[in-house]
């Protein structure tokens, strides 16, 4: 299992710029062989990013064939799901990752898409995608921008860890990270660390929820398989 | 067009009780003919209502077909609208509502699936539905529980403003009326009125958002058809 991924909880922290609170552990996670780094936007248009920018190339599977590195960052999960499908992605960036060992980073919304299910997105469905199963490339979903309960609030919204408990309500639903804003999630084969400043909430179903400090070893999370 | 709709925003309202904050509009709304409400749920389970629950029948759409009223409550507009089309529900109430006239009242994710879609409700997408185009009882979208940005806020999550213009980026999506907890939209034939306690703020596709305080005639919003 070649697999090397850098999970990211969100693409720019608070007083900081875009992708500025993970600029160490990118250039770690990525190395000085990757030279070009495929990056897939939610919405195929161009974002002004100093990659290879994927829907500037006209076949999109050959690029990912190409890629020796991939980076699918924010936007809006139902978006970027169906866009994937849509230009018949999914397959293919699951072979070169699991496979071919190219690493992938995933911000945000291009990390709910690395996991099993779009399931526990916090984003608007504003687009119907043909299915909520995303990339697969590890077996547990991840909740991005895990947000704590603000106690001073009067809002009568679900608090996100209720979400995810109603996600548990259902059958044969997978664990599900809570990454706060700051984490981020670095895989290595069957390896799993927590990496960044903040603490991750993880959810097991059925299981009272439990807290992990950055430095963590979450490689039983890999375990179910994949 | 005998159609009768009340629209609230939330179940409770910070420091009050279930509906607490909507029962003088509610017994205006069903008045005095209407003595027993079909009630339905997310889930089909027992939620302890003294009303007429929907799971308790053994066939869920003769109990539509024979409703004085019909009260869909909240939980998640996902599991909620898959229900409604697992059970077939979808054109027995719309047909119950608009050539009949029952009435019916929609709170939280109940409010979601009597307009066009749930592309624009807040929940998290625990299940995959069939569709999310919704029972379709007016001609344009809600947004329950409608949050303004908190400016004190350093979570960088989008704002609810901002998902709703996501929404609207996309081709042919209707105007999205955000209600903010503690209001309402009563609907009659033609008519649209927002009640309750609390402004409601309108996202038209291409226009800048506009407030509506309560007591406004928001009948234009109807003008597009169903």
């Given at each position: 299992?070649?697999?090397?991924?850098?999970?990211?909880?969100?693409?720019?922290?608070?007083?900081?710029?875009?992708?500025?609170?993970?600029?160490?552990?990118?250039?770690?996670?990525f190395g000085e062989n990757v030279k070009r780094i495929l990056f897939v936007p939610d919405k195929l248009q161009s974002l002004g990013y100093a990659v290879d920018s994927i829907h500037e190339t006209a076949d999109?599977?050959?690029?990912?064939?190409?890629?020796?590195?991939?980076?699918?960052?924010?936007?809006?999960?139902?978006?970027?799901?169906?866009?994937?499908?849509?230009?018949?992605?999914?397959?293919?960036?699951?072979?070169?990752?699991?496979?071919?060992?190219?690493?992938y980073m995933g911000s945000s919304a291009g990390t709910n898409v690395s996991t099993v299910?779009?399931?526990?997105?916090?984003?608007?469905?504003?687009?119907?995608?043909?299915?909520?199963?995303?990339?697969?490339?590890?077996?547990?979903?991840?909740?991005?921008?895990?947000?704590?309960?603000?106690?001073?609030?009067?809002?009568?919204?679900?608090?996100?860890?209720?979400?995810?408990?109603q996600y548990h309500e259902e059958p044969n639903t997978p664990s599900v990270l809570g990454l706060r804003e700051g984490s981020m999630l670095l895989v290595e084969g069957q390896k799993a660390t927590l990496l960044g400043t903040t603490k991750a909430r993880l959810f097991a179903r059925g299981k009272p929820a439990t807290e992990y400090t950055p430095g963590s070893d979450l490689s039983f999370l890999l375990a179910e398989g994949v």
């Open positions: 299992m070649k697999r090397r991924l850098l999970l990211v909880s969100n693409s720019t922290l608070h007083g900081g710029g875009y992708l500025g609170h993970c600029e160490k552990q990118i250039q770690e996670f999109p599977v050959e690029a990912v064939k190409k890629a020796e590195g991939i980076f699918i960052g924010g936007g809006n999960t139902f978006r970027l799901l169906k866009a994937l499908y849509d230009h018949n992605l999914v397959p293919e960036i699951k072979r070169r990752v699991l496979q071919d060992g190219v690493p299910s779009i399931n526990t997105t916090n984003d608007m469905p504003i687009v119907y995608p043909p299915t909520l199963a995303a990339i697969g490339l590890v077996p547990f979903n991840i909740n991005p921008h895990y947000l704590d309960p603000d106690p001073s609030s009067k809002h009568m919204g679900e608090t996100r860890e209720q979400r995810i408990q």
